[in-house]
């Protein structure tokens, strides 16, 4: 079945970098693939981090300027290197697939979803 898996999650202080990745597999025939990243914070909603598509990339004003999303088609990976953590970006981050050429931040667009990796970032 398709596949999600995001691995690079971890503890680290504010300031500090961390990227994530994720690998997908067996994601149905279909040209071109929007790609996404998701947070979701304890007691909050899914919210749409980064999103990477045939126009380019799209970021949430939270981390503008902070973190970059990347993708490598030839390996199925899609990263986000994020710098200058601060304490609310600590939250369980998701990577989402759909097909499509434009998409957005909506968590109700993807289909396909990982499982997602903790980031916890102290003050």
């Known amino acids: 079945q398709v596949q999600l898996v995001e691995s690079g999650g971890a503890s680290v202080q504010a300031g500090g970098s961390l990227r994530l990745s994720c690998v997908t597999s067996?994601?149905?025939?279909?040209?071109?693939?929007?790609m996404a990243w998701f947070r979701q914070a304890p007691g909050k909603g899914r919210e749409g981090v980064a999103v990477i598509d045939t126009s380019g990339t799209k970021y949430a004003d939270s981390v503008k300027g902070r973190f970059t999303i990347s993708r490598d088609n030839a390996k199925n990976t899609l990263a986000l290197q994020m710098n200058s953590l601060a304490p609310e970006d600590t939250a369980i981050y998701y990577c989402?697939?759909?097909?499509?050429?434009?998409?957005?931040?909506?968590?109700?667009?993807?289909?396909?979803w990982g499982q997602g990796t903790q980031v916890t970032v102290s003050s």
């Open positions: 067996r994601l149905p025939p279909a040209s071109p693939y929007c």
């Open positions: 989402a697939a759909e097909a499509g050429w434009f998409c957005y931040l909506g968590p109700n667009e993807y289909t396909y």
